[in-house]
């Protein structure tokens, strides 16, 4: 899944030499993981827990696009077409 968003171990390499300094992170990177903090941090734990349960089962039973897939159907499906494609 790492590989879909762009992660490689250089990338995580890269972040660690920073050492505590801002990191410029791709904007569709940025977007997407801006989304989905946003999307957590209005849930309670529990639900934030289920939520990360079946994306790993997704992970482990389908692969990481599949997985992406249903990051994203979670994050931008209850936004609407004309708002996901905006």
């Known amino acids: ?19 505590g300094k801002p990191i410029r992170l791709d904007p569709g990177n940025l ?8 999307f ?5 734990p529990e639900v934030v827990a289920e939520w990360g349960a079946s994306i790993t089962a997704a992970l ?6 599949f997985a992406l ?3 994203l159907e979670a994050v931008f499906g209850a936004l609407g077409d004309e708002t996901f494609c905006a």
């Open 1 to 19: 899944m790492s590989l879909l968003l762009g992660v490689v171990p250089s990338s995580v390499y890269r972040w660690e030499a920073k050492a």
């Open 40 to 44: 957590i941090s209005h849930k309670p």
């Open 31 to 38: 977007r997407l993981l801006t989304a989905l903090t946003g």
């Open 69 to 71: 897939f249903k990051a």
């Open 60 to 65: 482990v039973t389908r692969g990481g696009l």
